[in-house]
Nanobody
């Protein structure tokens, strides 16, 4: 499995922005699909966004137009730019790496809290 380390979470007011980063180790990053997921305590983890190795992006409907996923293959890093944040975006955010030769890898998570 790849090692993933998220950063960039924190406390932000409604309407604010945060950028999450996820740094990956190993040599599989450039050919992997990278994803962001979130989980509220007591609820199931939900998928938020993905970017394929070719740069195709997908988003859950609730974040379309507000969140942007991107990747930097030179630095083995995937980002999630989150704008116009809402209280319902509050969750622990996890990144994931999917590659045909590996089982899914997860990061340790980073807390995002949207509150006034």
């Amino acid at each position: 499995q790849a090692q993933l380390v998220e950063s960039g979470g924190g406390l932000v007011q409604p309407g604010g922005s945060l950028r999450l980063s996820c740094a990956a180790s190993g040599s599989t990053f450039s050919s992997a699909t990278m994803g962001w997921h979130r989980q509220v305590r007591g609820k199931q983890r939900e998928w938020v966004a993905s970017v394929t190795s070719r740069g195709r992006t997908l988003y859950i409907d609730s974040v379309k137009g507000r969140f942007t996923i991107s990747r930097d293959n030179a630095n083995n890093t995937v980002y999630l730019q989150m704008n116009s944040l809402k209280p319902e975006d509050t969750a622990v955010y996890y990144c994931s790496l999917d590659h045909p030769t590996l089982s899914r890898s997860w990061g340790q998570g980073t807390q995002v809290t949207v509150s006034s």
